[in-house]
């Protein structure tokens, strides 16, 4: 396939993160959106894009882009695209659809417009219709339509790319694979020195900073992606990407990875997560109450992802927590960088601590902040930041 425009889509609050990703690919920035980026290449760069993103959601590979305004109109055009050299009559096909267009109540109906003009379109040409259905697990393409204008893509990723693989035992609201991507990100840690993660819950953040501190593709462990189904994949070429990939891992880490909870089940679930992702040698895992969680000497960064609470009581008793996470950054972890994410910025306020600058991120649909704080050893007075207290 030609070069085109590949669409890169993210959750809110990550769009910075997810362009320092594209160039360090050496991919261009062609533009930035307020959920995703977009930039260009050939299908094999939709292949690479999926095997080393982090914080993207889903490589959007776009086909065509035109004007258009109704249903009928749409299938029309749609129905002018060579779908019989993209999705194989005998496979099956899923069509997501984002739609802004005061015509259209329900977007759902202008992805089975869609749908319709792909099968019908095969059918004319091959003699057979492939199935079609819900599943993002093979063939999917996503329909774009806001207001007189439709693009259409191949979505290349199929399930998200959150879906790294490695999380088989989730606990109760677990931080996306994405979102602790660009939390690791933000810290600035690559590995030298030493990553601390207490309340570690089931070990997203920390498994997600092995990977980076690792230099391991996010993508290795996803079996199944968009791409696979569609015509034209060749196998070798993926399996070539992999094995270029699985070269330039790091075998040891540099630094340390220190992981704790003070629940013995988060840990065992937190130590098979980190097996599955092939990276539990490389993070010490402990359970213990937050505060005791060991601090090695030197520099590094501290990492805490509380709980928020949702309602006005749970904040309430969650109080006497954030006043003792200040304690703890103050107190045991001074020579570190100490690091916050909440969605409350009210019970960011008893960390007592200023910060020195803050990221503003979304855990699904809840606005959170991820506030910094420079630890120093003895007394400093700190000029500039966000006061928080």
Same mark, same amino acid.
């Given at each position: ?15 910075? &993160? ?24 050939? %299908? ?11 914080? =993207? ?24 695209? /060579?779908?019989?050299? %993209? ?28 749908? *319709? ?54 606990? /109760? ?17 690559? =590995? =030298? ?96 109450? %937050? ?35 200040? *304690? &703890?950054?103050?107190? /045991? ?12 910025? =009210? ?43």
């Amino acid at each position: 396939m030609l070069k085109t425009r590949i669409f890169i889509t993210c959750p809110k609050g990550l769009v910075p &993160f997810l362009k320092q990703e594209l160039l360090a690919l050496k991919y261009p920035v062609l533009s930035e959106h307020i959920a995703g980026v977009e930039t260009e290449g050939g %299908f094999i760069d939709a292949l690479v894009l999926n095997l080393f993103l982090r914080t =993207g959601h889903r490589v959007l590979f776009q086909l065509a882009s035109f004007p258009v305004d109704n249903t009928t109109d749409l299938y029309k055009r749609l129905s002018n695209t /060579r779908w019989e050299s %993209f999705i194989p009559e005998d496979g099956y096909v899923c069509v997501t659809a984002s739609v802004a267009n005061v015509n259209i109540k329900d977007p759902r109906y202008a992805a089975l417009k869609c749908k *319709d003009a792909i099968v019908d379109r095969i059918r004319e040409k091959r003699g057979r219709r492939p199935d079609a259905g819900p599943e993002r697990n093979r063939s999917v393409v996503h329909l774009y339509w806001n207001d007189g204008w439709c693009i259409v893509y191949l979505d290349t990723s199929g399930e998200p790319l959150s879906r790294r693989g490695y999380r088989k035992i989730p606990l /109760r609201a677990p931080m996306q694979e994405t979102l602790a991507a660009a939390v690791v990100l933000a810290t600035g840690w690559k =590995g =030298g020195s030493t990553y601390i993660n207490p309340m570690c819950g089931s070990g997203t953040l920390a498994i997600e900073a092995a990977l980076i501190g690792l230099n391991r593709a996010p993508g290795l462990l996803r079996k199944n992606y968009g791409f696979m189904h569609i015509i034209g994949f060749q196998e070798a070429v993926w399996q070539k990407l992999r094995e270029k990939a699985r070269k330039d891992e790091k075998k040891i880490l540099a630094g340390r990875i220190i992981a704790t909870d003070l629940d013995p089940s988060a840990i065992a679930t937190s130590r098979k997560n980190a097996k599955v992702a092939g990276v539990e040698h490389a993070i010490e895992f402990s359970a213990c109450n %937050f505060s005791d969680t060991p601090i090695p000497t030197g520099k590094g960064v501290v990492v805490l992802n509380p709980e928020y609470g949702e309602r006005m009581g749970e904040r309430t008793e969650l109080m006497a927590t954030y006043k003792s996470i200040g *304690d &703890f950054l103050k107190q /045991r972890c001074q020579g570190y960088t100490g690091f916050v994410f909440t969605g409350s910025p =009210g019970l960011a306020k008893k960390v007592g601590l200023k910060a020195k600058q803050s990221w503003q991120l979304f855990n699904s649909n809840i606005e959170c902040s991820l506030y910094e704080y420079d630890l120093y050893a003895g007394s400093k007075k700190i000029k500039t930041g966000i006061q928080l207290s």
